[in-house]
Antibody, heavy 123, light 109 residues
């Protein structure tokens, strides 16, 4: 059974930093592209960032580029999101999600999702 | 950046067919993926590459994509289908960015 478990969400002041983690199990983590998707309270889904299975191709949404950094440790089956310069508008539930097809970097759906970790940015 | 437009809400009686649209410029040239999200739960992939169903998704869920509109169709709707539905495409030329529609709340009357 595929499991994605996020952690690291917290209440932080504007301008602060957080590091989110996602631990994967039930599949060969190092074969899959991975993503972070967020959902502000009562709002829709917003793709935040993605990283290919090798860790060499990385993308960011315009809203977070320059402030957030995605990485992965395939030896620990883990995905990370370093969030700096946090803003009130970054308040959201952050999901970790896995692409559908192993070792394919391209147009893929997000197949498995974690339950999310809540980031609240407020003074 | 690429924009996807969904109706905020759709209502349907039990046993009837629900149609949820996703509009985008020449969306018919892109692959569209659909997600279902029930309150308090993570999204679930229900259709991918316009009309393929993941394992475990009923045949009642189907899709099409042409021109400027992609469509998710749910036949024989029941109360368990009440949820938010999101369409998603690849907005760029690599594997990012992924673009979501604003979501459609499906209400079963």
């Amino acid at each position: 059974e595929v499991k994605l478990v996020e952690s690291g969400g917290d209440l932080v002041q504007p301008g602060g930093s957080l590091r989110l983690s996602c631990v994967a199990s039930g599949f060969n983590f190092d074969d899959y592209d991975m993503h972070w998707v967020r959902q502000a309270p009562g709002k829709g889904l917003e793709w935040v960032s993605g990283i290919d299975w090798r860790g060499s191709d990385i993308g960011y949404a315009d809203t977070v580029r320059g402030r957030f950094s995605i990485s992965r440790d395939n030896t620990k089956d883990s995905l990370f999101l370093q969030m700096n310069g946090l803003r009130v508008e970054d308040t959201a539930l952050y999901y970790c999600a896995q692409d559908l097809t192993p070792r394919v970097t391209g147009d893929q759906p997000l197949h498995h999702w974690g339950q999310g970790t809540l980031v609240t940015v407020s003074s | 950046s690429y924009v996807l437009t969904q109706p905020p809400s759709v209502s349907v009686a039990p046993g009837k067919t629900a149609t949820i649209t996703c509009g985008g410029d020449n969306i018919g040239t892109k692959s569209v993926h659909w997600y279902q999200q029930k309150p308090g739960q993570a999204p679930v992939l229900v259709l991918f590459f316009d009309s393929d169903r993941p394992s475990g998704i009923p045949e009642r869920f189907s899709g099409s994509n042409s021109g400027n509109t992609a469509t998710l169709t749910i036949s024989r709707v029941d109360a368990g289908d009440e949820a938010d539905y999101y369409c998603q495409v690849l907005g760029g030329n690599s594997f990012h960015p992924r673009v979501f529609g604003g979501g459609t709340k499906l209400t079963v009357l």
